[in-house]
Every structure is written in structure tokens, then in C-alpha cells.
């Protein structure tokens, strides 16, 4: 359970080990909000699930990973490679099929595969892929495990890119505005507080390996680090231009079946100046347990 | 009958009202809100994610 409201709600954040599952849940109303793949949003809006994008996880935090020892140096080099992505409805799936247009590279010439975001470090160790493009922590785990490089950043290939979006369902946008808002906000003063000084992030990632991702917090530390500019969270509004290029993208590749407009699956009342908003961090409890800045 | 005729529209609200909770919006959901509107509990949402950015 993790309180993040000011304002005395509690926000729960409940595990899920794969898309299929989250979009179970959403239709089936066990959960109330969940950060989905942007694509799949659209997809789902499309499909008549009631809900609506009203922000961004974060910026960027993608990266396409190739073995240490690998000949790839461009992607021109992955033409005919094997290359995971962590689903169709990925954003990370439509980025390759935008860099295959950049290079005037034909959509089959790269065998792209749907493996499980935490599956991609395994299988590139294992030589059963040449490459995979996946969010962090999974790009990292393979470079700070000695046996994986970075081909691109996305931050370098696809400016501000989007990945993770917050879905929330419409009953709650309409009913329940104000803990819709308090999440928002939230989410918002969190990132601030993350992009605007590193050992920030360090004390994020410390709290975020234990509670959230399970993973080593050396490991977070370096997705938040190395360098500095590798996800951001800042800058989450969701903007027609980028979500109009994500649609036309899917649509072209044949992952949206139909056109949907922008009004139709987003709502961006709940975005708020990043200046009328700050953390008053002394409100915020402390941890007994760990002696860290966690909330309880 | 006037006294009848009120009986009978209360009688049909109610049982109306109690359909609705039972069909649309379920006892306990009714419960957590009346707790939340009168200050015993803390409005709570759950929100889903993936251990991946």
C-alpha cells in the first residue's frame, strides 16, 4: 500500500506480470487506473473498454540492446537479425517499424518476435535473439550484466518518446474526479522532485527496488543515471502530435484496426502547471522499517 | 386513499432504490462510499502497472 495523496487517499499499486492480464483487469474493473502501453490504450478505447489516457509514466527509458561482443553497429545491421520487442502493441514496436522507414528497410526484413520485457536480457545472453528493444530496467540488466550494449537510446532516435501511459476508467473520471486528480498530481510532483536533482533518483531507486520492482537497486540506480537523461518525467502531458503519430503508426502497421481521434481516448483535463505543483516533503512519513524516505 | 397513494410511490422508490444498489452498483461499493463520504475511511484506488518503465 503506498500513500502518495496530500490529500488523504490511498492509492494501491498492484503487480501485474503481463499485458493480457492488465487488460483483463481493467475491463473487468479490479483496478481503477493502470499504466498501459499507448497503443494498447488506443486498441482498447477502440474496442469499446471504457477508459481514457489522462498522462504519461515518463519520457523515453527505452532502449534497443545488442550482445556486447556484437557485430551490429547500426540498424541498417539488424536487417535479417532477430530483434524482440515486448509486445505488438508496444510503442517499442512501432519505433522499429519507424526506423525501418527512416532507413527505407521493407517491414518483414526484421524478424521481430513478442517475448516478455523480462525474458529479453535471458534470451539475448542465451544467442536466441540478436537484439531486443525494451524499457528499463530490462535494457540496463544487460549491460550492467557485461553481456549487452546499447545500439540507440530512444532519447536519440525518437525525441521524447512515449511508452507507459495512465489509463484511468471513465466512471471514475466522471464520478470521482477529485482522487483522479490527487493520482495526477501525484504523479506530477513525483516527477518533478525525480528530474530536478540525481541524488533524488538515487533515493527513488533505492525505495522503488524494494517496493515495486524487486530488483537489485544498483541496478535502478543506473537506468537513473547512466546518463542522466535515459527515461525522463517530466513533460507528461499527452499531446495530440505524439499520439497522433503513435495512431497513424499502428494504424499503418496494422496494430490499430481503425483510425481513432484523440478526443476519443484521452482526456487532459487533470494536467495541471508544473509550478503550481511541489512536494511539501516534511508531510510525507517516513519509513520506521528501512530508515528511507518510503511512504507507508 | 391519498394515504394509500404516498404508501405505494414510497413503497415503489424503495423498492426501486434497492434494485439499483443490488444491480448497478453492489452493497459493498455502497458501504465504501457512505464509509469514505462520512470520514471512517480514506478514498482508495487501485492502480495497476508492470515492473518495467
Redesign the interface.
Known amino acids: 500500500m503506498t500513500e502518495h495523496s496530500e490529500g488523504?487517499?490511498?492509492?494501491?499499486?498492484?503487480?501485474?506480470?503481463?499485458?493480457a492480464t492488465?487488460k483483463e483487469?481493467?475491463i473487468a474493473k479490479?483496478?481503477?487506473?493502470?499504466?498501459?502501453l499507448a497503443p494498447m490504450a488506443m486498441q482498447l478505447r477502440a474496442d469499446g473498454v471504457p477508459i481514457k489516457v489522462v498522462y504519461l509514466?515518463?519520457r523515453d527509458?527505452?532502449a534497443i540492446v545488442v550482445g556486447t561482443d556484437s557485430s551490429i553497429r547500426d540498424f541498417g545491421d539488424l536487417r535479417g537479425k532477430i530483434v524482440a520487442i515486448?509486445s505488438r502493441y508496444a510503442n517499442q514496436n512501432l519505433l522499429m517499424h519507424r526506423m525501418m522507414k527512416e532507413w527505407n528497410m521493407p517491414f518483414d526484413s526484421i524478424d521481430l518476435r513478442e517475448v516478455p520485457?523480462?525474458e529479453h536480457p535471458t534470451a539475448l545472453r542465451s544467442g536466441s535473439i540478436d537484439a531486443y528493444i525494451?524499457?528499463?530496467?530490462?535494457a540496463a540488466m544487460a549491460e550492467v550484466g557485461g553481456f549487452g550494449r546499447v545500439l540507440y537510446h530512444t532519447k536519440d532516435i525518437w525525441e521524447d518518446f512515449i511508452?507507459?501511459v495512465l489509463v484511468v476508467r471513465d466512471d471514475?473520471i466522471e464520478n470521482?474526479r477529485?482522487?483522479?486528480q490527487e493520482?495526477v498530481d501525484g504523479i506530477a510532483k513525483s516527477g518533478k522532485w525525480l528530474d530536478e536533482d540525481l541524488e533524488h533518483r538515487m533515493d527513488a531507486a533505492e525505495i522503488a527496488a524494494v517496493h515495486?520492482?524487486?530488483?537489485p537497486a544498483e541496478l535502478l540506480k543506473y537506468?537513473l543515471s547512466k546518463p542522466v537523461d535515459r527515461?525522463k518525467y517530466t513533460n507528461l502531458a499527452p499531446l495530440r502530435e505524439d499520439f497522433d503519430e503513435i495512431m497513424n503508426l499502428a494504424v499503418e502497421i496494422g496494430v490499430l484496426a481503425r483510425p481513432i481521434a484523440f478526443e476519443e481516448y484521452t482526456d487532459d483535463s487533470f494536467v495541471r502547471p508544473l509550478d503550481e505543483l511541489d512536494w511539501d516533503m516534511d508531510r510525507l512519513a517516513r519509513d520506521p522499517g528501512d530508515g528511507r524516505g518510503g511512504r507507508q | 386513499m391519498k394515504l394509500r397513494v404516498i404508501l405505494g410511490a414510497l413503497l415503489w422508490t424503495l423498492l426501486i432504490t434497492v434494485l439499483h444498489v443490488s444491480l448497478n452498483v453492489g452493497w459493498g461499493e455502497l458501504v465504501q462510499k457512505a464509509k469514505v463520504a462520512i470520514g471512517v475511511e480514506r478514498a482508495r484506488l487501485i492502480v495497476g502497472f508492470l515492473p518495467v518503465t
Open positions: 488523504g487517499s490511498l492509492f494501491q499499486a498492484l503487480k501485474f506480470g503481463d499485458w492488465v483487469a481493467l479490479d483496478i481503477g487506473a493502470v499504466f498501459i509514466g515518463h527509458g527505452t515486448p520485457p523480462p525494451v524499457g528499463e530496467p530490462f511508452s507507459c471514475l470521482e477529485a482522487i483522479v493520482l515495486y520492482y524487486q530488483q537506468v527515461v
